[in-house]
């Protein structure tokens, strides 16, 4: 209800609200458990103003639940959600300053786009004139300013998606919530969307909530992203920090390609094979070593590192994935310049070493 | 290519001509027959005197009207709770939901006749209902067989089942999404009622009504228990025109006059579909 | 595209409204049949014989009958006992259920005579008086030898004499007065003091719906034809019809008196179910409906019933012997055993019909049962004027 649609033309006003994180949306201590045994717990979670942030996790890690929460679709067992500064657990979903976009099924079949864009301005009593002006406008920002009296039948699925997501726009809600809405598109199309909604988010600043299983398109629109896991939060941070620095080893697993080495510590280092890094956690006994593929550094000197065999070369347009068999530790894969494989061939004897190597308790 | 769809035509053709020859037989000829028929007269000429008949005659006026009203009664009120019943169960969950779910059809299992006399001993003047009326000290019921009452409640019974079984379809398929998005947009519960949920089970609706209509006023074994002696439903009416009376001309003219009732009923249903066909495409 | 699916839609509805349509014709049908079924309890043939050569040859003969299913009933426990005593006789039941619509038997004996062809493998005939005389004059039935069948003496000579020894009524049954008797100590007597009851006792009498069964028919007949001459009820001439205004008028006063002020169940069971459920204290019944339902209790014990003079109609059912049939020596003695008092016993005990023999012949406890009833019922013979009854009785008394 704070920010409008409008085009704020000065950008530099919403980082300056971002810069005074001051907070849209606070989820205190949800809980929820459903009686298949699923459900959340304990969940706080901050965003701010003008802040896209992303739950991530696979099915039934709870990232709906919360988000359904924040709704009003869900009841939460115990646990609070304010949104700017006011406790809305008690109001209904038609009461709530936030607006969802469904996973699918969203526009309602029996009315016009324009009627689907003008019921929830109706029902605010707003002045005929003024809803026609601003469906226009809104059809305008999602690129579809033809659409106004076409049925949704006769629209196709991202079509129907941006109309859906007009729908919520037009009511200036002080958190906008996306359920995974745009899962039922083709991948071409979910790429357009993303950027859309990224630039739509620009342009309108406003507080969005966005609920993915996809850690690519998560990666790509969040300024935050907070990773599920059975119920519980396991990282918040931007997606830059997620991908460098996992806090779990879910986190690594889940997110982008991660090789795994188990390796051991001994004199206050952490050993693989003769390759030696700095305890940094100050772990002890075994340890899980994660290396980004990025981060494997090959060579044919053997003091540089693990010994290893290629087992394949796979040029992926301007980089390269090579496999590599080391003995005792499995297959790992790293991603090397194409000129730099020109002369690798599998069977090749090999040396593995790692620029970067982040590590965690073997469980 | 023109040949293959020469052939894809005469195979088509093959394959309707069945279906059309069973409802030419079954259906068209009879109709034509009895409109024939009740267009004869007592002297074997052609005329309309036996419509006339139908609208002069005192007593049959008064059936004509007597089943009009009952029809639209318990179309009226079939469509009431079965819409209340499917709506509920939809929307609801719980001991009660999967109670009404195992019970409501339990009704299209009993044979007619058995529920009619069933009926008669619930609700006669000394049924069950009289009888406990009594005995909490009430001073008995008004009269319910035998009058109007009692062919609106079998109706109630023999079609309640059927249309909820209907609705209730016509309501699983409007997604959980649909109403949740009116509501997140800010549509209160009446809102979304009158707004969503009937205009999406419009059709439907109809398809009831139809059906309802139909079934009602064509009945014939719970008014011919349950009525009054007079004025009668047009099944009755029809059955004693036909075999006790034996005028087998007017018999024919009332079931024309019923048939037209229910096209006038259908043409409704057909007309909006087309309506919505042309909105769609 | 879119008129294609319209048509569509008009045919199916189309076909919907028909097949309504078509399923109330068949239930008319159906209803009509029952309706005439109660009425036609009165059908089917007996015979008795005397004892039986053990060394003849085995004899079959063809008995041909119809009606509802406690006809069947009766012959299926008669024709064993009778069979169990004649080892060397055979009776081929035929039964042919009503409203089946096959050629009438009646039609097939003419037909075989006519074609030259014996009695057309027909030995033995049930059915009505009506098919008695019209036998009679056709020539079709033998006549019956009280020689051949020794208890023919047990059969009223006045019955047989009307029938001139071509037919035996084995059986009757007979609408009458079916009373409450704690509420009714005496019945009424004749059809004024069973009007001045009606009239008294608001309420508490109910007759059906005279197109839906014969009791009401035949209390709304009896009230027409009340003051009329004796021999009106045998005239089936229309112009008798301005004769019942006045039967009318009484009918239609009674309205306000009878059930429910004016409420006529439908079918014979109806007003039974009312006597049952204790709505009402009188009504006209079947007495073959009534006493079995008060054999099996379904009727309280306090039922009663009684005739009025002069009575409710109702009327024997005979059996004939088709002159032609090759096979009258096994036929013969067949009927006298069905005469014999072993076998009138099934009949009132089976189809609570009235014995054909005279009473005097049977048991004491059945003598007993019929006191009062077995008397005074009367043939009305109006032909289609039954209808036109019904017809004005709708307009004039259902729709007052």
Known sequence: MVQGIQVIQDKQQIHQVQDSREIQLSVQQLSKRYRTGEGVTSISLDVHKGELITLLGPSGCGKTTVLRSIGGFLEPD???????????????????????????????????????????LKIRKM?????????????????????????????????????????????????????????????????????????IQAETGLTMVFVTHDQEEALSISDRIVVMNHGNIEQIASPQE?????????????????????????????????????????????????????????SNQEQEGLPGVVKQIMVLGHYAEVSIQLPEYGVIRAFQPRDAVKELHSGDQIYVSFKKVITYPEV | MMKKQVKMGILGLLMVIPSFLLLFVTVVIPIAVSFKESLTNKEGGIDLSNYKFLFTDKLMRSNIVFSLEVTVISVVIVLIISYALAAYMRFNKGKLVGWIRNMYMIPMFIPSVIATYGLIQLLGNHGWVARWVLLFG??????????????????????????????????????????????????????????????????????????????????????FLLGPNAPQMLGVSMEQIFGVFQEKEQASALAFFTFLLCSFMGYFYIRSMIKEEGARS | MLSKKSTLTLLTVTTVTAALLAGCGNSNNSDTANAGASNASTTNAGSNAASADPTAQQVEFSFYFTGSENVKNLWDTVIPMFEKDHPNIKVKEVYIPSGTGAQPTYDRILAAKQAGKGSGGIDLYEDGLSNVTQGQKDDLWETLDPAKISNLASVDANTMKDVSNLAIPYRSSAVVLAYNSEKVPTPPKTLDELFAWIKSNPERFAYNDPSTGGAGSSFVTTALYDKLSEDAIHNSDPSIEKEWDKGFETLKDLGKYVYGKGIYPKKNQGTLDLLISGEVDMIPAWSDMALEQIGNGQLPDTTKIAQITPGFNGGPTYLMVPKLSDKKDAVNEFLNFVLSPEAQAV??????????????????????????????FRTFNIGDLGNEINKRWQSDVAAQ
């Open chain 2, 138 to 223: 009430g001073s008995g019921i008004p009269r319910i067989i035998f009058d109007m009452k009692g062919i609106i409640i079998a109706n109630l019974w023999f079609n309640i089942p059927f249309t909820t079984m209907l609705l209730g379809s016509a309501l699983a398929g409007i997604p959980d999404s649909v109403m949740e998005s009116a509501k997140d947009v800010g549509a209160g519960k009446l809102r979304i009622f009158t707004r969503f949920i009937v205009p999406l089970t419009y059709k439907t609706l109809l398809v009831a009504v139809t059906f309802v209509f139909m079934g009602v006023i064509g009945s014939f074994t719970a008014p």
């Open chain 1, 242 to 298: 997620i991908y460098d620095q996992p806090n779990t080893l879910y986190v690594a697993q889940f997110i982008g390609k991660m090789n795994f080495l188990k390796g051991v510590v001994s004199e206050g280092q952490v050993l693989v094979g003769k390759l030696k890094f700095p305890n940094s956690k100050s772990l002890s006994g075994g340890v899980w070593l994660a290396i980004r593929p990025e981060d494997v550094i090959l």
């Open chain 1, 78 to 120: 115990s646990g609070d959600i304010l949104i700017e500064g006011v406790s809305v657990l008690k109001s209904p979903p038609e009461k709530r300053p936030t607006s969802m976009v469904f996973q699918g099924y969203n526009l309602w079949p029996h009315m016009t786009v324009f009627d689907n864009l003008a019921f929830g």
């Open chain 1, 127 to 199: 002045k005929k004139a003024e809803i026609s002006q601003q469906v226009k406008d809104v059809l305008k920002l999602v690129r579809l300013p033809d659409a106004e009296n076409k049925f949704p039948g006769q629209l196709s699925g991202g079509q129907q998606q941006r109309i859906a997501l007009a729908r919520s726009l037009l009511l200036k809600p002080a958190v906008l919530l996306l359920d995974e809405p745009f899962s039922a598109l083709d991948a071409k199309l979910r790429h357009e969307m993303r950027e859309e909604l990224r630039e």
């Open chain 3, 347 to 376: 009949v009132v005990t089976k189809m609570h019909g009235f014995p054909g023999i005279e009473l005097s012949n049977m048991p004491q406890d059945i003598q007993d049962s019929f006191k009062g009833v077995a008397e005074g």
